[in-house]
């Protein structure tokens, strides 16, 4: 009995160990490969930056003289023509100081008029020594050295008068108002060009004013190629080229950025000061050229590298290559594979407990190339 027992143990030990032995092998699968072709095509490489709109020609109507706002006579958003009136000044004291300029110029003429008067007087009655009328003609000049100086302050007590009525120095549209009847100029603060009384721009010199960063900005130069976007405007893609850039980088946060002006080919109606807007800078492109997915690449010692897939294998083989240009979906391969051969850029493995990438996910980055995008 207990022989028996034994071999039935045993045979229940076999048979176990065969099915174990099957259920494990039936679950191994096979490696897959995920692969993409080398295409030839265009690529771009660009320097993201964002920023503003902003408007090139604005002027800032901060009058010199004080006294109460009256009568404006505009609103924001309308536009006006240089001349025009903007609003005008309640200031007596102008009123007063230029009569008081006009008597004394009066004075003055009159004093000239009364020296000559007395030299020829002088001159004709014969009684004067010539020490009489040397100081004479010195008293003229002075009284000539009077009225000059009265006539300018006459002139300038005019001028301040005149700007009682305020006008705009550029044609433009009424960006900004930040005065109303009755308020006080000696008041306001004009430390602050954002917080003048009016602000008056020509929106027909909209430009877009982007951040890039020191590690970007040396690959940035005057005429390049720039395509916009806009926060406010989803539907609308704005080209233009680089028209300046700052000597001088600014520090927020210990990141240096330099501010880069693009001018706008075009200019659409809905674009208005202060928008959001990024912008890719066109650094480079080349046509007519392989690439494949940064996902790829491979880096190992000082060679880079892709797997391409045999069709009649489906074996991975290793090739060596040469890279050119690159951005954030696809780099330029010089030599080292073909058009069309499959190259993986992921490999997933059932059996393992996780899945690998060939490389990482953002691929490899060339300094200066921060964004872009591929064309065919």
Not at 55 to 80: E, M, S
Request: net charge neutral; charged share 20%; proline share 2%.
């Amino acid at each position: 009995m207990k022989r028996k027992y034994i071999i039935g143990s045993v045979i229940l030990l076999v048979l176990g160990g065969y099915f174990w032995y099957t259920s494990t092998q039936s679950k191994t699968a096979v490696v897959k490969y995920v692969t993409a072709p080398a295409e030839k095509g265009t690529i771009t490489t660009a320097i993201s930056g964002s920023g503003n709109v902003v408007v090139d020609q604005l002027a800032t109507v901060d009058p010199t003289i004080t006294g109460t706002v009256a009568n404006v006579v505009v609103n924001i958003g309308d536009k006006v023509k240089k001349g025009q009136l903007l609003f005008t000044i309640i200031n007596d004291n102008l009123t007063t100081s230029t009569m008081q300029s006009l008597v004394s110029l009066q004075n003055a003429q009159m004093a000239v008029s009364q020296a000559k008067t007395n030299l020829i007087n002088a001159k004709n009655g014969g009684t004067e020594t010539e020490r009489d009328r040397n100081l004479l003609k010195v008293k003229i000049d002075v009284a000539t050295q009077s009225l000059d100086v009265a006539q300018l302050n006459y002139k300038n007590a005019l001028s301040d008068s005149a700007k009682r009525q305020v006008t705009s120095p550029i044609d433009g549209t009424v960006n900004a108002i930040n005065i109303k009847n009755g308020d006080d100029l000696s008041r306001l603060s004009s430390s602050n060009s954002s917080q003048a009384p009016i602000i008056i721009g020509d929106l027909n010199t909209l430009k877009a004013q982007v951040q890039v960063n020191e590690v970007d900005i040396s690959n940035v130069s005057l005429g390049q190629k720039v395509m916009m976007t806009y926060s406010a405007v989803d539907d609308l893609m704005v080209s233009g080229k680089v028209e300046k850039m700052d000597s001088l980088g600014t520090i927020t946060q210990g990141v240096v950025n330099y501010n880069v002006t693009i001018g706008m080919d075009t200019l659409d109606s809905r674009l208005r000061p202060g928008m959001s807007v990024s912008a890719k800078i066109i650094t480079d492109v080349k046509q007519d050229v392989i690439t494949v997915p940064n996902g790829a690449l491979k880096v190992q010692g000082n060679k880079t590298y892709v797997e391409v897939l045999n069709s009649k294998t489906n074996v991975p083989e290793q090739r060596t290559i040469e890279i050119g240009i690159a951005n954030n979906t696809d780099t330029e391969i010089v030599s080292g594979i073909n058009v069309g051969d499959a190259v993986v850029t992921q490999t997933i493995d059932p059996n393992a407990k996780t899945t690998t990438s060939s490389t990482n996910s953002g691929g490899l980055r060339l300094p200066g190339f921060g964004g872009g995008g591929r064309g065919g």
